[in-house]
């Protein structure tokens, strides 16, 4: 029988290899961004077009490659920065496998420029799926300029399976960040689809940290300090009470690459305990340094995991200075009485004699007598519901219902009721609403009672308009008297170009305006007042989640977003024609029954429901 066992030839090896290293444009330009730092390069810019759909270029002024060199670069396991295996063991270099540029080569059209110091000449090479089509001489400034174009065109299958451009350039984002963030000492540029997104000059890593996320971050920080035999630990935590309820700014480093360890994330999360609002999450920028020999970075081909060997002492040193840190700020004690605020009754106004605290109790109360309440003498500063309570023990569902209907102080007269069903143009209104501690619509229904829900209502109605108006294309927006001009941070601002247009088809009208900063002329009609910026950064911060995002599931989750924010919120004081114009539009819903998130707006209480609460 003929043997069958065959080597595989190299650019289909390449390609294999490929999809180790290169998964999407993300992981080409964090491996171009090291390998330009790892040349000692002081000035890195980057260039995308397309979030590196088509073009993903990185040049630097680093010392540059020989013509043989420049050659040799694309082979599968050339590289300079090891020549024994032992080397491996003290790598502080970014790259070491020499997979990077080979790998990219095999999935791309691949141009490179590179000049040494003191050569004259340069180098150029032009290379597509790993078949070199052009070598020779050029004139060009020392440093290296790599181009990658096209990326994935010989793998279409890898190509399909690329994100949304908005997806796609968030990861890039993510990767430039890590690397700049690693290097504040080195100048950085990034420009996608022309403009400019960054631009960070050689800075120390305070500087650094607030040029990337936005001036704001400068009063969040506190330092950390803490050097020890085993390791060298520093950088900064942010303040608690700045701490997001979306995963914030996260970042260990470790001999100045980024780095994943769940480990040492929570040993910082300890750090901040009882310090924190529950679900909410802190910042922190933590550069650790380390003896190589201590560590094993190379267990993960894009090596943002990483093994060490005394886990559990770093750990503890971790804890422990950021702990010291965040209490030498000053921060724990002033939060502590911040927190204890929150249970303490509130201090009476200081013009005011202190009083005995007691029972407020209205004399003039009667459950039973069908009056208006005067208002504002529903209850004192420190009075409960009024205490008129039967003495035995009621079940959950009375107690509830009992604090309830307490609230219904203005069940008017009949011939009031009669008089009010005229709304103040005369029009007939057909059904008498209440609201109920500003957030329940209540009416009769049969014979029984229908409770509901006026924000999550709201957000329904909101929420069908939205995706109806998306869907049929014809928007109702409102010009703004004066438009409104929007700053966003650098990290933030090519999300919210990725948005714009999606944010027209809800009918937002608006541009960009350059240096981050966007200008709104008009708003959808259906947003009535709201702080438009905030409502922006809100979608943004929501949007950094994403994960998948085809294009509909992009305007299904905005369209949720939108809906809940301009939605009407508790304490909205509503008027008898809103109440019933809400009810109304509630109905004309396709599911008036949850709003979109997939919670009840509606509650139907029987009469049957009614008699077992009274039993
Ligand atoms: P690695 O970084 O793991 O060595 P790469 O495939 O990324 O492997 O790069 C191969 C070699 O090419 C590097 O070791 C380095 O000598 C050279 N090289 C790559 N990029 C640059 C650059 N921007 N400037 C100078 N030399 C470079
Ligand atoms: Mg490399």
């Known amino acids: 029988m003929a043997d069958i066992i065959r080597l595989l030839p190299d650019n289909v090896a390449n390609q294999i290899a490929a999809g180790e290293v290169v998964q999407r444009p993300a992981s080409v330009v964090k491996e171009l961004l090291e390998n330009s730092v790892d040349a000692g390069a002081s000035e890195i810019q980057l260039v995308v077009q397309e979030s590196g759909k088509t073009l993903i270029q990185v040049s630097d002024n680093g010392k540059g490659m020989t013509e043989t060199d420049a050659r040799m670069a694309f082979e599968r396991h050339a590289t300079s920065k090891i020549q024994k295996a032992e080397d491996i063991f003290g790598i502080i270099t970014k790259g070491f496998r020499g997979e990077a540029l080979a790998s990219i080569a095999a999935v791309s059209k691949l141009h490179m420029r590179t000049r040494q110091a003191d050569s004259e000449l340069g180098t150029e090479i032009k290379i597509a799926a790993n078949e070199v089509e052009h070598q020779d001489f050029c004139n060009c400034p020392q440093g290296t300029s790599i181009s990658v174009r096209s990326l994935f065109y010989n793998i279409p299958a890898r190509r399909n399976f690329l994100k949304s451009n908005q ?8 990767e430039f960040e890590r690397v700049a963030l690693a290097h504040p000492n080195v100048g950085f540029r990034f420009e996608h689809n022309n403009n400019e997104l960054f631009h960070l000059p050689a800075s120390t890593l305070r500087q650094r940290i607030v040029n990337i996320f936005g ?30 309820k979306t995963r ?119 459950p039973f007598q069908k009056k208006e309440k005067p208002s504002g003498s529903a209850q004192g500063q420190w009075s409960s519901q009024p205490t008129y309570q039967d003495k035995r023990p009621t079940s959950k569902e009375s107690e509830e219902w009992e ?7 203005e069940i008017p007269d009949v011939d009031q009721q009669q008089e009010s069903l005229l709304s103040t143009d005369g029009e007939m209104v057909q059904q ?30 909101l929420y069908e308009k939205i995706m109806a108006s998306l869907q049929n294309q014809q928007v109702a927006s409102q010009q703004l008297l004066f438009p409104q001009q929007l700053n966003f941070n650098s990290s933030d601002y090519p999300i919210i170009l990725e948005l714009i247009p999606s944010l027209r088809a809800m009918g937002f009208d608006l541009d960009e305006f350059g240096q981050n900063e966007i200008v709104v002329h008009g708003i959808p009609l259906f947003l009535e007042d709201p702080s438009l910026s905030d409502l922006l950064h809100q979608i943004i911060e929501n949007n950094k989640d994403f994960q998948s995002s085809s294009k509909d599931d992009l305007s299904e989750k905005m369209a949720r977003k939108m809906a809940k924010l301009a939605a ?13 114009h809400l009810v109304d539009e509630l109905f004309a819903c396709s599911s008036p029954y949850h709003s979109p998130d997939g919670k009840p707006t509606i509650i139907n209480l029987a009469l049957g429901d009614l008699d077992k609460t009274f039993n």
Not at 167 to 174: A, F, G, K, P, W
Not at 308 to 321: G, L, V
Not at 403 to 409: C, G, K, R
Request: hydrophobic share 35%; no cysteine; proline share 7%.
């Open 248 to 366: 914030g700014e996260q970042f260990f480093f470790v001999n100045f690459r980024y780095i994943r360890n769940g480990y040492l994330h929570k040993a910082v999360q300890k750090a901040f305990e009882g310090l924190l609002q529950p679900d909410s999450h802190p910042s922190y920028f933590l550069y650790l340094e380390i003896d190589p020999a201590r560590i094993d970075v190379n267990i993960h081909p894009t090596k943002t995991e990483i093994k060490f060997e005394d886990e559990r002492a770093i750990h503890s040193i971790i804890r422990t200075s950021v702990k010291h840190s965040l209490g030498q700020y000053n921060i724990a004690p002033s939060l502590d009485f911040e927190r204890d605020q929150q249970f303490a009754t509130p201090p009476p106004p200081s013009d005011r004699p202190i009083e005995a605290p007691g029972v407020y109790v209205d004399p003039s109360f009667n």
């Open 215 to 244: 001036k704001k971050f400068n009063e969040k920080l506190v330092p950390v300090y803490e050097e020890t035999d085993l390791l060298r630990i520093e950088g900064f935590v942010g303040k608690p009470e700045f701490a997001k």
């Open 568 to 580: 009407l919120k508790v304490g909205t004081v509503l008027e008898q024609k809103a109440m019933a």
């Open 403 to 409: 604090s309830l209907l307490s609230q219904i102080p």
């Open 167 to 174: 997806v796609e350039l968030r990861h890039i984002i993510d």
């Open 432 to 461: 008498r609403y209440l609201q109920i501690g500003k957030k329940y619509l209540l009416k009769t229904h049969g014979e029984g009672l229908m409770l509901i829900h006026q924000g999550r209502a709201h957000q329904r109605v």
